[in-house]
């Protein structure tokens, strides 16, 4: 981490460090739905919260494992689920969890992991592999599982596909899944579990730590064959959770509350706090309410703390710097309390997405040439977050955090650290746009974010010499995601949080055939394809798939293959990257909480989380 923390010294702390501005999800990222929910009359004063931890979320959308998508679900689903694999504090050197051991084969394709013996799921029952083959038969085979690709096609799991039909509120869809019974998943016996890849994989470890991978108890569900399920799907997800994780799920209300509480016989470090309870909603006024100001939270992340509007870089005080590049200080003072301060650059980058069937690409090129994303970062966000110019984050790009800052410096086409309207002009009249002949557009961002608005307002007027006229529209999250999945969005604001600390994981965005949204589950909304740049980013990207072994000689030809696909990303402005965020944690002085790493706060655990007398 080294190189990134030259980067982040240089760009984050000159503007005291900050998170993203946007509320972070885990992989498709932007923000949730701006509702306005009013609490259930728990943890709604610091005297009755006792020795339960009192956190803010965002509104959540499932509890299932292998469903969610988004950060909020995700910081609970950490909590209740156990994985072979975990990020211990969230840093990115994984270690085991469930498992105790492994070996591969002489050919890296066969994995076989050794279970820890003893090992409780809140219903008492014991882990064994069976109840892992089960669980990740669910990630690969159900049509609730979002994430079908992990085990799939990234890990690449050998097994025989087939099409599922299913309908949802957006209509009729075929979904390609893995034929039942056909991946290669064996138990061997009751804590030995063998897994046979299709060919090596790079970062098979550090994938089984996504909480996709999380263990439940075989056949609780049975949404998969071969299983009549002991409750519906919807119960489940819902209403009750079962895993093997240090807390056990107590409740969860929409856009109120959700609760978990010590699970007393966890097989690693039992919690040091009774529970856990997070008000929920995505106004950020009222989170700033309620957690700051009547001091009802115990400890909070970024804007959804402390939102940008109310955000003072001068109030970060006494910084100083760990051996990970972390910053460690004070802010305040709000209403007379001083926070612990602690501000991590973890892996993560926010962009605007075209849809390049609806945007022709000199409108791209000039929105590109017009964008100022260190002016942007500095004064829209306040400095919480530093420029992109990559949309693999510095932590993980090919060489570190120098060779992306001198890639970007010496290669980016547009303008670097400045803003060039001239050019972006001169773009748009040599393709026959003039003062009577504009360009339209429309650019959807969500409606609960108060940054991205004013992002758009400031490029908006960068592009009105340009001859371009861009429209800005408010949606709810969900919303600008179905749109998105529907190919009816012209622009969108998003992010992407990193699943797997590889750029694999953040590039897979951009290869083409993922982004037709005219066939299901795109992974974005950009209908890349038919250009030059579109066939260099589809062979890059074959080029990775072809090398996806640990040797150094596979290493070195996809890291070549990456930067040919955030070239071919340039040439056509599919994304134009505009920042990456600083992640912070605001925590009053009677929390003693660990620091967490790379893999941003979602990814922490709470169990081992003190609370002294609140004041």
Known sequence: MTDTDNLTRRRFLQATGGAASAVALAGCTGGGDDDNGNGDGNGDGNNSSGNKLQLINSTMTTLDPVKAADTASGTVIQQVFDSLMNYPNSEIAVEKQLAKGHEVSDDQKTYTFH???????????????????????????????????????????????????????????????????????????????????????????????????????????????????????????????????????????????????????????????????????????????????????????????????????????????????????????????TFDYLGVSTINTYYIGFNTEAVPKPVRQAIAYAANQETIVEEVFKGRGAPAYHLTPPMIYPGGAKKYESHAKNKYPYSYDESDRDKAKQIMEDAGYNENNKFKFTFTVYKSSSTWPKLGKRLRAQLQAAHIEMEIQKTAFSTLLQQGRQGKLEAYSLGWVMDWP??????????????????????????????????????????????????????????????????????????????????????????????????????????????????
């Open 115 to 337: 279970l820890k013996e003893g090992v409780k799921f809140h219903n008492d029952k014991e882990v064994t592999a069976k109840d892992i083959v089960y669980s990740w038969r669910r990630l690969a085979e159900s049509k609730n599982s979002r994430r079908q690709y992990f085990i799939l096609s990234s890990i690449g799991v050998k097994h025989e596909t087939t099409t599922k039909t299913y309908k949802d509120d957006e209509g009729e869809h075929e979904l390609t899944v893995a034929k039942a019974n056909s991946l290669a998943l064996k138990a061997k016996d009751d804590y030995t579990l063998e897994m046979t890849l299709e060919k090596p994989f790079h970062a098979t470890l550090e994938m089984l730590a996504y909480t996709s991978f999380a263990a439940i108890p075989e056949g609780i569900v049975g949404d998969i064959d071969g299983y009549d399920g002991e409750m519906k799907q919807s119960k489940f997800a819902t209403k009750n959770p079962i895993g093997a994780g240090p807390f056990k799920f107590d409740h969860w209300k929409s856009d109120v509350s959700a609760e978990v509480t010590k699970f007393e016989d966890y097989h690693g470090d039992v919690p040091k706090v009774d529970g856990v309870h997070w008000k929920i909603s995505s106004n950020s006024e009222e989170m700033y309410t309620y957690g700051v100001m009547n001091q009802n939270a115990d400890m909070g992340y970024g804007s959804n703390f402390i939102p940008t509007s109310k955000y003072d870089p001068g109030k970060v005080s006494d910084t100083s710097t760990d051996d990970l590049g972390r910053t460690v200080g004070k802010y305040g003072p709000i209403q007379g309390n």
């Open 502 to 615: 590889k750029p694999d994981n953040f590039l897979g965005l951009l290869y083409p055939p993922l982004t037709d949204t005219s066939k299901d589950s795109p992974q974005s909304y950009t209908n890349w394809s038919g250009t030059p740049a579109a066939k260099k980013a589809t062979n890059a990207w074959d080029t990775i798939q072809n090398n996806t072994g640990p040797t150094d000689k596979e290493q070195t030809a996809r890291e070549k293959a990456y930067i040919k696909m955030e070239e071919a990303n340039w040439e056509d402005v599919t994304f134009l990257n505009m920042y990456h965020g600083l992640s912070e944690r605001f925590s009053y002085e009677w929390v003693d909480a660990p620091k967490y790493g790379g893999a941003d706060y979602s990814r922490q655990m709470y169990n081992k989380v003190k609370l002294s007398e609140r004041k």
